[in-house]
């Protein structure tokens, strides 16, 4: 009887430690991604994270490393207020679509969610490994952006993924390399604040996710440092191939799953 009380006490601390390393695993693969190709963390970590748990939970995470990894993308480029004046429309109405689309991450809405993510993550990788390269003129981003930003900030509010179709448009404006990769940390980090807030109001915010969310930083910020590193040593390209092909198979599970 007792040996089976011990068990009892035993299994929640066991369940406990089996969710942290699987959050810090996660969250250092996705850094590394991020490290080497400067995005990724947010889509990699939710298509990973939604295998054991909702998206809402996931989203609730997601927030810490997120966040302070897009803040260190954004402060590191010279160009910050230009790309700022530049991109404000695109992150405005991501904001606006974000917010409107609160509610969409609810529990009752988990499956739908999860076909959502699915279909996300599928038409990322396949946007990715086609050699099509769009271009947006200067004269479009007046209309087109706010368009884009909305459409983003909805898909991010049931989804809890900010790729689409945001970051297809952000490489599609011409930007240097530099340029680009400081415009996807600001863009990844207003994303993250708009969906903190809709988490807020959803009542998704909670101590334990907060715990996991501050334990994910650490191995979050390791993954990067180490992408940075693995980045000199390999070819981007095959990175990003690896990376289009993984994405879709993790995007076809999602929506197997959801469908079960």
Request: net charge positive; glycine share 10%; with cysteine.
């Amino acid at each position: 009887m007792h040996r089976e009380h011990v068990r009892a006490e035993l299994k929640p601390m066991q369940d406990l430690l089996f969710l942290g390393t699987f959050v810090c695993f996660t969250f250092l693969i996705a850094g590394l991604v991020k490290g080497v190709i400067g995005m990724g963390l947010p889509t990699i970590a939710i298509g990973i994270l939604t295998l054991m748990m909702t998206p809402v939970q996931a989203a609730a995470i997601l927030l810490v490393p997120s966040f302070f990894t897009n803040v260190w993308q954004a402060a590191a480029g010279a160009r910050l207020w230009i790309l700022l004046r530049r991109l404000w429309p695109l992150l405005a109405s991501m904001c606006i679509g974000t917010w409107a689309g609160i509610g969409l991450l609810a529990p009752e809405y988990a499956r739908r969610a999860t076909a959502g993510l699915g279909a996300t993550l599928v038409l990322y990788g396949l946007l990715g490994l086609t050699p099509l390269r769009l271009a947006v003129p200067p004269r479009a981003e007046r209309w087109l952006a706010p368009v884009i930003g909305l459409a983003t900030g909805l898909v991010s509010a049931g989804t809890a993924v900010f790729v689409m179709p945001g970051v297809p448009y952000l490489q599609a404006l011409g930007l240097e390399k530099e340029d680009l990769v400081q415009a996807l940390g600001i863009f990844f980090t207003v994303s993250t604040v708009a969906l903190s807030i809709n988490l807020y109001f959803e009542g998704a915010l909670k101590l334990s996710a907060a715990g996991l969310s501050s334990l994910a930083l650490l191995p979050a910020l390791a993954g990067m440092y180490i992408g940075q590193r693995v980045l000199a040593r390999i070819s981007p390209g095959v990175f990003r191939r690896c990376f289009f092909i993984g994405l879709l198979l993790l995007g076809a599970h999602q929506l197997i799953r959801s469908l079960l």
